[in-house]
């Protein structure tokens, strides 16, 4: 499928997701499991704006550059925990829509997109090891995917040895 296409049904299917949750807000009743979806949402959305802030600022070519093509491997803030905070952020939002809804129809449309996040992650990975060869194999070797948890330790571990 175009990818220009998968994007416009993708772009209906997560309007229908936050029209679902709005719609059938808190369905089942369960309150933890709202409180736990409005802390991801918040989370994942300042995962993201931190992300695309730093990506901008060291790996864009201009201010105006807003795409997420570099020249540099971006290796610092949130790329230094996780190598697709982006990804992870978009992903975050999405299960936590699903958990603020609480209704099982917003699997349909959150399923195909947490798939389709995971398989361009691994899509940019392949463009990346053939743009930064060795050295995107060592930032493989140093951050997890989106392992936030793993990311942290490791990140943590790393300033401790520097002191």
């Not at 959150?110 to 053939?130: F, T």
């Not at 060592?138 to 300033?159: F, K, M, S, T």
């Amino acid at each position: 499928m175009d990818g220009l296409r998968f994007l416009g049904i993708g772009g209906i299917s997560f309007l229908g997701q936050i029209i679902l949750c709005v719609t059938a807000f808190n369905f089942s009743g369960l309150n933890r499991l709202l409180y736990l979806g409005w802390t991801l949402l918040a989370v994942a959305l300042l995962i993201g704006m931190s992300a695309r802030r730093t990506f901008q600022k060291v790996g864009s070519e201009s201010e105006e550059d807003t795409r997420f093509e570099s020249g540099v491997i971006v290796d610092s803030g949130r790329y230094g925990i996780v190598r697709h905070p982006i990804y992870l952020s978009f992903t975050g939002v999405i299960v936590a829509l699903m958990l603020i809804s609480q209704h099982w129809l917003s699997i349909i449309p959150g399923l195909p997109w947490i798939i389709y996040l995971y398989l361009s992650m691994i899509s940019v990975e392949c463009l990346q090891l053939d743009q930064f060869r060795e050295a995107y194999q060592d930032y493989i070797a140093r951050e997890p995917r989106v392992n936030l948890v793993l990311g942290g330790i490791r990140y943590w571990q790393r300033r401790r040895a520097r002191k």
